[in-house]
């Protein structure tokens, strides 16, 4: 069964940092592209970034350019999204999903950022 | 970016009803179109991947069409499991965007 289970999320002042992870399971880790989506309150969906199977390439929405990184260990089976310079919309549950078209999603972390 | 327009934002329907979801991008996208289901609380789940094929798992219920820069969720035979917030997502270019979704609502 394909599971993937994200952890990290919390409360940070503006400006702080986080770092999400994502543990995968069920399937080939290393043979799938990887990718954060997120959701803020009321909603709908945002793509934030993903990752190729190697780590090679990555890609980002404008808004987080230069702020977030998408990582990965294969070894682990896991998916990682640091997040610095953290700003009020920034705030949404964040979603760790399998390829491109998002086949399957976890159940997400909730990240708050405020004062 | 490409846009992608979903329409309605909403819709009311009977249980047995059969409902269809528009998903129109701003460009052409081929087939690189998703559609997922989300219920309150829960998280997205993948329905239909490259416009048309069923996710594993997933009732033939739901069908996919279109291709270029219109596509079509079909919903056959509302059961009161179905009623949530559809969304479609193009996978073409990056970034990657979503529609604004489409919430179908019970009558």
């Known amino acids: 069964e394909v599971q993937l289970v994200e952890s990290g999320g919390g409360l940070v002042q503006p400006g702080g940092s986080l770092r999400l992870s994502c543990a995968a399971s069920g399937f080939t880790f290393s043979s799938h592209w990887m990718s954060w989506v997120r959701q803020a309150p009321g909603k709908g969906l945002e793509w934030v970034a993903n990752i190729n199977q190697d780590g090679s390439e990555k890609y980002y929405v404008d808004s987080v350019k230069g702020r977030f990184t998408i990582s990965r260990d294969n070894a682990k089976n896991s998916l990682y999204l640091q997040m610095k310079s953290l700003r009020v919309e920034d705030t949404a549950e964040y979603y760790c999903?399998?390829?491109?078209?998002?086949?399957?999603w976890g159940q997400g972390t909730p990240v708050t950022v405020s004062s | 970016d490409i846009q992608m327009t979903q329409s309605p934002s909403s819709l009311s329907a009977s249980v047995g009803d059969t409902v269809t979801i528009t998903c129109r991008a701003s460009?052409?996208?081929?087939?690189?179109l998703a559609w997922f289901q989300q219920k309150p609380g829960r998280a997205p789940k993948s329905l239909i991947y490259a416009a048309s094929s069923l996710q594993s798992g997933v009732p033939s219920k739901f069908s996919g069409s279109g291709s270029g820069t219109d596509f079509t969720l079909t919903i056959s035979s509302l059961q009161p499991e179905d009623f949530a917030t559809y969304y479609c997502q193009q996978y073409n270019g990056y970034p990657l965007t979503f529609g604004g979704g489409t919430k179908v609502e019970i009558k």
């Open positions: 999903t399998i390829d491109v078209s998002g086949s399957y």
């Open positions: 460009q052409g996208i081929g087939s690189n």
